[in-house]
């Protein structure tokens, strides 16, 4: 199949818990960073770093080009949304929902681009303080495999699809509410399917060579979009599958996660 494009169509108050804390998930204790901005609360679940191989898995004979060539990635330590922004978050941040499709607070927002989330991103960091930014490709991949804790799956959590991820045969078409599904063996939820979630990165063809924290190419037209959403076959919602999109692009299949770094 060919690559997937996607184009379009004050103050606020403030609450702000940081904590650090633990949260288990199918026996296992994860740790986590917790905020509360406006009355809405997320978590950041901590993606201890390593080196992993980047790309095509090897018994998967659906891959496309651009999954190759395999190659390692070393990541430092970082945190990622156990869940993708939802609507209530984003409201509570930029005031409005942007949302075209039917939903609830919990469900994630959607009709958004690259532009809208790293305005979002602007916001939310100078409420928090913190230093929320979108994952790099790498990091994105790398949580969807499940970190240090991978067992290989096809997709995030599962080698069914149906336990992780809402897509084509399961979403009702249209969006669902967040953590409905089983979360990946870091915690995550919804990394596969649901809404695709935009990266950090401009598209472009990965390094044949070992890399370090990878920032992706330094130019391009598009951007990096990940883990497939509820409109896609299966196969575009694999851990390793990538899509791309113009940064002025949007749709209600369009949403995004967060990272923060230390």
């Not at 403030?14 to 740790?31: E, W, Y």
């Not at 067992?151 to 399961?170: F, T």
């Not at 992706?216 to 990096?224: E, P, Y």
């Amino acid at each position: 199949m060919g690559r997937r494009f996607f184009f379009s169509m004050l103050v606020l108050l403030l609450i702000v818990g940081g904590m650090m804390c633990t949260s288990c998930c199918a026996n296992k204790t994860f740790v986590s960073k917790k905020f509360t901005v406006n009355g809405a609360s997320f978590t950041m679940v901590k993606v201890k770093g390593s080196t992993f191989k980047m790309g095509a898995m090897p018994a998967c004979n659906i891959a496309e080009e651009d999954e190759y060539p395999v190659h390692n990635v070393f990541l430092n330590d970082y945190y990622i949304g156990e869940t993708e922004v939802t609507r209530e978050l984003w409201s509570a941040v930029m005031g409005n929902d942007p949302s075209g499709m039917q939903g609830t607070g919990q469900s994630p927002v959607e009709s958004v681009n690259w532009n809208d989330c790293n305005n979002f991103l602007n916001k939310l960091n100078e409420l928090t303080g913190a230093n929320f930014c979108l994952p790099t490709e790498a990091q994105w991949e790398y949580a969807a495999r499940g970190g240090r804790n991978s067992k290989g799956y096809l997709y995030s959590g599962s080698d069914n699809i149906d336990d992780v991820a809402w897509y084509k045969e399961n979403a009702n078409n249209g969006v669902n509410e967040v953590k409905k599904k089983m979360p990946n063996e870091l915690g995550l939820y919804d990394m596969s399917g649901n809404v695709s979630e935009w990266c950090s990165d401009w598209y472009g063809e990965y390094p044949a060579n070992d890399v370090s924290n990878p920032v992706g190419v330094s130019s391009g037209h598009c951007r990096v979009i990940r883990g497939g959403c509820w409109i896609n076959e299966e196969s575009i919602c694999r851990v390793t599958d990538r899509t791309l999109g113009a940064p002025r692009g949007s749709g209600c299949i369009l949403g995004l996660r967060l990272c923060l770094t230390e």
